[in-house]
C-alpha cells in the first residue's frame, strides 16, 4: 500500500470541489444511494493507494490502450491515479530482468492485500508455450500472482471469456482466468476493448467499501452490465416503429434508423456503451453508424455472423415469439410481416434465432 489518495490528488492539483463532483458522478453511474457520492470521496480520499499488479497475457495490448486513453482530468485519469500500478510490461520503464523483480518485490511487500489485473487469455496448449514471459508459461505466473492476490480483476473479453484466442478451433487452447482460478473473487470486465470507466468504476467501488461490486451470472458487475445495448439505445424507438436501415448508405442510415436487420447484436449483448460511450463520452458504434458486435457477450466470435440478423423467420407465426425474445415485438413485427408478404424469408431450417444465440 502506498500514502493516502488525497496527498496524491493535492500535488496532482485536484480540488476537493472536483473531487467530490467526480464521485457523486460515478455514484450515480453505478446506481449506488444518493449520499454515497459523499461516502465514497471520504473513503478514497483516506484510502492509500492500493498495489495493482496488472498481467498481460494472450492478447492484442487493446485493453490497456483503452484504460490509457484519458484526457486530464477524466474520471479514466483520476482513478488511474488512485493506484499504484507496480507493474504493467506494456507501460513501466523496467524491461527484462528488472520488470521482473519489480513484479516479485511488489507481490512479496502487498501479499494478500494487491489487486491483480488480468489483461488476456490463457493458452494451455503444448504445455502453455504459446505465450511465455521471462521463460515461464502465462499459467504458471497467473497462479502465483492469484495465490497473494486480494481479488482479480478479468479485464476485457479474452481474460474474462476467452475471446478471440478461443474462437474456433482455437489453436492455443485458450481459457479465461475464472477457468484456472478457483478460490478468489473474480470481477469479468469484458468489451474489446472495455470502457475505461467500467474499470474505473469498479476500483472506486473497491476503494470504498472494500469489496467488489455486485455481479451478475457472468461475473460482470450489475451497475454497467445489467441492461442490453438494445435497452438504452437512441434508436430503440425506430426499432418499435419497424423502420431498419436495410445497408449502411441507404435513406433509412442517414436517417439514424435501427441497425437490426444489418446485424447489431444490442438485443442480446449486455454493456453501458449506450450510456457510458467511449472516448470522453463522445460517441459508441451504433452512433457511429455500426451494429454492435456483442463483443462483452462469452463466444462472441463465434456466436454468428457479425452482418446477420439476430432472427429472420420464415413463418410468420414465428413472428411474435422472436419479436417477444427480442424485446420489443412490434417493430420486428412489422418488419417481418412485410417480409413474408414478399416471400423474402428464408426457409425454417436455415433460420438463427435469438434462442439459439443466447444458448
Same mark, same amino acid.
Do not use: I
Given at each position: 500500500m502506498h500514502g493516502p489518495l488525497i496527498d496524491t490528488l493535492t500535488r496532482q492539483g485536484v480540488t476537493r470541489r472536483t473531487f467530490l463532483k467526480y464521485c457523486a458522478t460515478l455514484a450515480s453511474m453505478m446506481a449506488l444511494p444518493p449520499g454515497a457520492g459523499r461516502a465514497m470521496a471520504e473513503a478514497m480520499a483516506a484510502a492509500r493507494r492500493p498495489s495493482v499488479i496488472w498481467l498481460p497475457f494472450q492478447e492484442c495490448t487493446g485493453c490497456t490502450e483503452s484504460i490509457t486513453r484519458s484526457h486530464s482530468p477524466t474520471l479514466e485519469g483520476m482513478i488511474f491515479d488512485m493506484i499504484s500500478l507496480d507493474y504493467q510490461e506494456t507501460l513501466m520503464a523496467a524491461a527484462g530482468h528488472q520488470a521482473e523483480e519489480a513484479l516479485h518485490a511488489a507481490m512479496k511487500e502487498n501479499a494478500g492485500k494487491y489487486l491483480l489485473i488480468v489483461d488476456g487469455s490463457i493458452p494451455l496448449d503444448m504445455d502453455g508455450a504459446y505465450s511465455c514471459i521471462g521463460g515461464r508459461s502465462n499459467l504458471e505466473i497467473l497462479k502465483e500472482a492469484a495465490e497473494g492476490a486480494a481479488a482479480i480483476v478479468a479485464m476485457g473479453s479474452c481474460a474474462a471469456f476467452g475471446g478471440i484466442p478461443k474462437a474456433n478451433p482455437n489453436p492455443t487452447g485458450a481459457v479465461s482466468v475464472s477457468d484456472i482460478i478457483k478460490d478468489k473473487p473474480i470481477v469479468n470486465i469484458p468489451g474489446c476493448p472495455p470502457i475505461p470507466v467500467v474499470m474505473t468504476g469498479v476500483l472506486a467501488h473497491y476503494l470504498t467499501f472494500g469489496s467488489l461490486p455486485e455481479l451478475d451470472d457472468k461475473g460482470r458487475p450489475k451497475a454497467f452490465f445489467g441492461e442490453t445495448i438494445h435497452?438504452?439505445? #437512441?434508436?430503440?424507438?425506430? #426499432?418499435?416503429?419497424? !423502420?431498419? +436501415? !436495410?445497408?449502411?448508405?441507404? @435513406?433509412? +442510415?442517414?436517417?439514424?434508423?435501427?441497425?437490426? @436487420?444489418l446485424g447489431c447484436k444490442g438485443p442480446v449483448t449486455y454493456n453501458a456503451c449506450a450510456t457510458v460511450k467511449w472516448n470522453g463520452g463522445t460517441s459508441w458504434p451504433v452512433e457511429s453508424g455500426h451494429g454492435c458486435l456483442g463483443c462483452s457477450e462469452p463466444d462472441f466470435w463465434d456466436a454468428g455472423g457479425f452482418y446477420k440478423a439476430l432472427s429472420v423467420p420464415a413463418d410468420p407465426l414465428e413472428i411474435s415469439a422472436a419479436a417477444a425474445v427480442v424485446g420489443a415485438g412490434a417493430g420486428v413485427a412489422? $418488419?417481418?410481416?412485410?417480409?413474408? !408478404?414478399?416471400?423474402?424469408? !428464408? $426457409? +425454417?431450417? @436455415?433460420?438463427?434465432?435469438?434462442?439459439?444465440? @443466447?444458448k
Open positions: 435497452d438504452r439505445c #437512441y434508436r430503440r424507438p425506430f #426499432y418499435d416503429q419497424g !423502420k431498419f +436501415a !436495410k445497408t449502411f448508405d441507404d @435513406e433509412g +442510415a442517414r436517417m439514424g434508423w435501427c441497425l437490426f @436487420e412489422v $418488419s417481418f410481416a412485410n417480409r413474408a !408478404k414478399k416471400g423474402a424469408a !428464408k $426457409s +425454417a431450417h @436455415e433460420t438463427t434465432t435469438l434462442a439459439d444465440l @443466447e
